[in-house]
């Protein structure tokens, strides 16, 4: 790269001796991805251009698509072309990307106002004489949630400098510029506020088998189509809904609003049967707000009943906790919303009493529940990831809106890192991991299940419980009410890796919904397991059959 004496504009990887030398086959990526990025690091050295080895196969255009952009990734300017039909591909994926450049705009743009030397004015020792004028551009500021400094402004000049000349519209060629159908609420909320969610849907079996197939379940409501129904909870040839699924679509077939991350429930009842072919609508009702301390953001509150469509009758309700920008003022519930409250309730009480009721007629059978006591704590086995194809699939059939579960073109930072799996859907992993162990629940109720940390698609979670509290059922000796936190965790299962680990008591009483306090806490017990690894925590009371 450095020969010639500054003659060279540029430097290209040619593969055909590489695989001749080594053996390899023709485009063996273990092979080339070395040579690859030892070119683009000498080139960019010696400040000329690096280009990539020709793409042979000919007729292959998606292979040369996908060859160029991973070109364009690893950091070349251009690529070799065999044949002319190569041309318009190669400079295509050579060429910035649209997003990249508004990237890049951004930057440059924070450079301009003076903004990249924000972080360094907040930073004591760090403030360089001069700061404001030219020398304030030299900093570093967070520019759309990315820490960027000299190095991205330099490469954001670069890209621009790639940009292909703009072309100007003619009377020939009008154009017209194209408008973003926003679907945030734009006006302030208030208390007990409804907001807009037109929104419809038929629970189908296709649907259910979906939720089953992901979500872990060994629970003889949920299995089996004539327990089920014995308890009145389904017709005899389907079971009915699970759980969680009846809490999921309680909260996701609905707009946005402006809601930029979710971050728990809280009283999530069912208050009837969720069966299988009934279609369900929401009402969205707006119960308190509270600004954060530093003034940026704001805890939203939504209360969600989930009503069945043709007698209104109400299924399913919660509180939905989501972040937003700062709001004009803060408020509490109503007391409209404690009357509610307090109705549903009731409601939630009557549809448990009814269960146990039936549950008296269930002809016995050998039980194969453990019975647990209060102040154990339970290593679950089972830990599995979501998947990619599954999380796709399961925010398209439930209506969740946001890109970042879904947009992998522009958050999928490599093996589906930086997609985010829905808030509700890790709380159901979470759960689906314990459900193994704490089965044969038959009624069951989500107190509190706060997200801590974003979970990926590829991610396995796994979990670990706490018995808060236990009580016989009075009459029902076959029957024990469990109340239970369970803390999912990424990329680690408990029952191998925390065999031998002694846990504090203390791990499962931790109040708050910020991942520093369990990482402070696990620092501290010398939990190096755990740290950085909690990313929900939920806590349920379960009305169970026992051994």
Request: with cysteine.
């Amino acid at each position: 790269a450095v020969a010639g004496g500054g003659r060279p504009l540029g430097l290209m990887l040619g593969h055909g001796d590489l695989f001749r030398l080594t053996g390899a086959l023709p485009h063996a990526e273990l092979t080339l991805a070395h040579p690859r990025s030892m070119v683009v690091m000498a080139a960019r050295a010696a400040g000329i251009e690096p280009f990539d080895t020709p793409y042979t196969n000919v007729a292959d255009r998606i292979g040369l698509e996908q060859h160029s952009a991973d070109g364009h990734v690893h950091g070349f300017t251009g690529k070799c072309c065999l044949h002319p039909d190569q041309l318009d591909t190669v400079n295509r994926c050579m060429t910035p990307t649209a997003s990249e450049l508004a990237w890049a705009r951004k930057v440059t743009q924070a450079q301009g106002q003076g903004a990249l030397a924000t972080l360094t004015r907040k930073v004591p020792g760090l403030t360089a004489p001069g700061v404001g004028g030219a020398a304030g551009t030299e900093g570093m500021a967070v520019v759309d949630g990315m820490l960027v400094g000299p190095p991205h402004l330099k490469a954001a000049h670069r890209m621009l400098a790639l940009c292909p000349p703009a072309v100007l519209a003619t009377e020939a060629e009008p154009r017209v510029r194209g408008r973003r159908v926003s679907h945030a609420l734009h006006r302030p909320p208030s208390p007990d506020d409804v907001l807009p969610n037109p929104y419809e849907m038929t629970a189908t079996a296709g649907m259910r088998d979906l939720w089953v197939q992901c979500f872990y379940s060994h629970d003889r409501v949920v299995t089996s189509a004539p327990f089920a129904a014995r308890l009145g909870l389904s017709g005899p040839d389907a079971p009915p809904l699970p759980f969680m699924m009846g809490l999921y679509l309680a909260c996701s077939m609905s707009s946005t609003h402006g809601a930029i991350y979710h971050l728990g429930f809280r009283d999530a009842r069912q208050l009837a049967p969720l069966r299988v072919g009934d279609t369900f609508r929401q009402e969205i009702q707006v119960r308190s707000v509270r600004n954060t301390g530093d003034g940026k953001r704001a805890v939203v509150t939504t209360h969600r009943r989930m009503l069945r469509v043709g007698d209104d009758v109400p299924v399913f309700t919660l509180d939905k906790l989501e972040l937003y920008r700062r709001q004009p003022e803060s408020f509490g519930p109503s007391s409209a919303a404690a009357k509610q409250r307090s109705e549903e309730q009731e409601m939630a009480m009557a549809f448990r009493d009814a269960l146990t009721r039936r549950l008296e007629d269930v002809p016995p059978r050998a039980a194969s529940a453990t019975s647990f006591e209060e102040g154990e704590v339970l290593l679950h086995g089972f830990a599995r990831p979501l998947g990619v194809t599954a999380n796709l699939a399961l925010s398209t059939q439930l209506l969740v809106t946001h890109p970042i579960h879904l947009d992998h073109h522009r958050f999928d930072l490599g093996h589906g890192r930086g997609v985010v799996v829905s808030g509700g859907l890790v709380v159901s992993m979470t759960l689906a991991a314990a459900a193994r162990d704490l089965h044969e629940v038959v009624w069951e109720e989500l107190l509190a299940a706060d997200n801590l940390r974003p979970v990926a698609p590829t991610q396995t979670v796994g979990a670990l419980s706490y018995v808060l509290s236990r009580r016989p059922m009075e009459g029902q000796e076959h029957l024990e009410e469990l109340v239970v936190r369970t803390l999912g965790v990424t990329d680690l299962t408990p029952s191998e890796e925390l065999a031998d680990t002694v846990l504090p008591r203390a791990l499962f009483h931790i109040e708050g919904e910020r991942p520093s306090a369990y990482d402070a806490f696990c620092r501290e017990h010398g939990l190096q397991a755990l740290e950085g690894r909690v990313v929900c925590v939920a806590t349920r009371r379960l009305l169970r059959l026992k051994g």
